[in-house]
């Protein structure tokens, strides 16, 4: 991480915190400036992975058209926790486990290629308001879903 990926990523954070104060849940979100310095935020929920694949296009086309520089996304995220390889390669997918740990997830990429992420797990209070969101210390993959939105999308 450089000085630049460092402070979106703790703008993205500031952001959740100040985010949760309002609401409980966190819609998938891009985060950008335009070429003029303005703050843009885009909230692109999809309910599969084929609306998921169509909104890569157009979050591709609204960065080139904004001159984007860097963005950020955030997505809350069901994930699976597994001690050992044999317990990973026996699991099943995060919805099914009752075991499950709800995070926010948050990637920075640079136009030139720096990239940063971080994953928060998601304290709830019974009622769903978001009482503390807690690094995990795990870093978020470079290869993830959105990941190239400054390359063209199929």
Known sequence: M???TDELLENAVRFAHDYYTT????LPQLLFEDGEGTPVVVVFPFTNDTEKHASLSILHEMLINHEATSYTVMTEEWVSMHPTPEAKAAAVRPSL???HVEVLTIAVVTRSGERAGAIYAIEREA???VTNLIDTGAEVM???TFSQLF???P
């Open 127 to 129: 009622s769903g308001k």
């Open 2 to 4: 450089t000085r630049h």
């Open 151 to 153: 390359e063209p999308q």
């Open 142 to 144: 470079a290869g993830g």
């Open 97 to 99: 486990d009752p075991n």
């Open 23 to 26: 609401q409980e849940e966190l």
